[in-house]
């Protein structure tokens, strides 16, 4: 089993590799390059002789394959004797392949020695005249979707090697920061004579032809011209908010406090649905949001739950009550309804639909509610057999209420009155229709009609108190009959 040298080639000119890295190169009998694309390489071709692995691009589909099976054959390799694998740059600075050897080596009790030449981010720094000691992260295009971007610290991000991997990169960007943010395209930087730096509007980032190559990184300095549009940027603010120097109202705030916000939002939402405005839903959804994090703020400072526990809840509970797409388990679907309630008393440990019943929500709504308990009763077959029987129910209340006011027993009136209501819910839910719309409508309708009757009374230059019922009535037949 031979040992490994992994020699890094520094950003791309020939005085920039380390003595080091030449003096192994130089003495090397196997010499293996990830890629002879490479200025350096150029000179290299007068003193050494190296196999070239490009021919590993053309055999795989995507990145992630190429830098595997460029390990593996190096590995495998490495057990006829000493091998120098060469990379650009530095082997600790976005060199994939790097790590990968290193990890397989580990497992198979290979020798791994690196030999370290400048980065291409040092001479990025250096030809920016930029000092990176206020921070920055090192990003590889490929990889962008699935990267932190933090627009507080300076990033460079690699292997832009066409304009269709900057278009691409300019429309994450431009997630995260205004369409003129400045940003730096530089090529072969540390390669003199091919250095070249030209800075842009974000916006323009992808207009640039024949700009664009193996040796393209790009610099985005620190900005302050941020778009606020993820999860974590609201989390940030609520965290300024209640922290020292926030507001003192945000700060006072408890889970307890805070609990009527949460059902103001629900329905100012719902509002916004039935007004079809989209504005408005947005609006509404963002503070709804915001009593979600505001929540987890608390809670993470409790020390007792944050957002990440909240989200890891309903990830858990959408793939636990959703087996027939991430188990590829058989459901009829006509019954899902009643597969989801099982899939619930499970979650909640429950064992008899009671419990699920006193699990419904006090605050909610009565009508919601009765609703709610009924709809569950029923998943077990415990309901009426058709609307006829509903019907007769509600009669049947009816006349009892009837009855209880006839003799005029308070307590009982109240019951009957209740009983009646819970008829009507289920009758309503027969019907297909939400008793909570149904009764809203109406009560709309008798404002829009009410009103009519207002301004009727003006118009005859009268109050309300002043005019008779059978005016006001006869002005609400007249609101009927326009349809209000």
């Known amino acids: 089993m031979g040992k490994i040298s992994i020699v890094g080639l520094g950003p791309g000119d020939y005085s920039l590799i380390s003595q080091g890295a030449l003096e192994v190169l130089q003495s090397a009998q196997k010499i293996f390059l990830r890629t002879e694309k490479h200025p350096t390489v150029d000179k290299l071709k007068e003193s050494i002789k190296y196999t070239s692995l490009d021919y590993f691009y053309e055999k795989e589909e995507n990145f992630e394959d190429v830098y595997t099976k460029i390990s593996e054959f190096i590995i495998e390799t490495s057990k006829e004797g000493d091998l120098v694998y060469a990379v650009p740059g530095h082997p600790r600075v976005a060199e994939k392949s790097v790590g990968i050897i290193e990890s397989m080596a580990r497992e198979k009790g290979i020798e791994v020695e690196t030999i370290a030449s400048m980065s291409f981010v040092d001479a990025m720094f ?10 920055f992260k090192l990003i590889d295009a490929f990889e962008i979707q699935n990267s932190y971007i933090d627009t507080n610290t300076a990033m460079i991000i690699t292997q832009i090697y066409d304009s269709f991997i900057a278009s691409n990169i300019k429309l994450q960007l431009m997630e995260y920061y205004d369409y003129d943010q400045e940003v730096c395209i530089v090529s072969g ?14 916006f323009e980032l992808d207009r640039m032809e024949n700009k664009f190559d193996y040796l393209t990184s790009l610099y985005i300095p620190k900005s302050s011209k941020k778009v606020y549009n993820t999860v974590n940027d609201l989390y940030q603010i609520m965290d300024t908010l209640r922290g020292p120097g926030g507001c003192d109202w945000d700060k006072k705030q408890t889970h307890e406090s805070l609990k009527k916000y949460v059902i103001e939002e629900a329905y100012e939402l719902c509002q916004a ?12 959804l963002g503070d709804i949001l915001l009593q979600v994090i505001f929540h987890c703020q608390i809670g993470q400072e409790e020390g007792l739950f944050d957002l990440k526990e909240v989200v890891a809840g309903i990830c858990k509970k959408l793939i636990h009550r959703h087996p027939h797409v991430f188990k590829n388990e058989e459901i009829d679907m006509n019954t899902f309804d009643k597969t989801w309630e099982e899939l619930k008393k499970e979650e909640k440990g429950e064992d008899t639909v009671t419990e699920g019943l006193k699990r419904i929500p006090k605050y909610l709504p009565a009508l919601t509610k009765a609703e709610k308990i009924q709809y569950k009763a029923s998943l077990v077959g415990f309901d009426w057999d058709n609307i006829d029987d509903v019907l007769k129910k509600v009669e049947e209340e009816y006349k009892e209420l009837l009855d209880e006011h006839k ?8 019951e009957e009155l209740g009983d009646l209501l819970f008829s009507i819910v289920n009758l309503s839910r027969f019907l297909g229709i939400n008793p909570e719309e149904a009764l809203n409508l109406t009560s709309q309708k008798f404002i829009n009609r009410f009103e009519f009757v207002e301004e009727g009374s003006r118009k005859l230059n009268k109050r309300l108190e002043d005019m008779s019922l059978e005016e006001m009535d006869n002005l609400w037949n007249e609101a009927k009959a326009n349809k209000l």
């Not at 250096?126 to 921070?135: E, F, I, W």
């Not at 003799?407 to 109240?414: E, V």
């Open 126 to 135: 250096n030809y920016l005249a930029v000092d990176p000691a206020d921070g």
């Open 189 to 202: 930087a540390g390669v003199k004579n091919l250095e070249s730096k030209k800075y842009v509007p974000l």
């Open 273 to 284: 649905i039935d007004n079809d405005d989209i504005d408005e839903m947005i609006e509404e």
């Open 407 to 414: 003799q005029g027993n308070i307590k009982y009136i109240k």
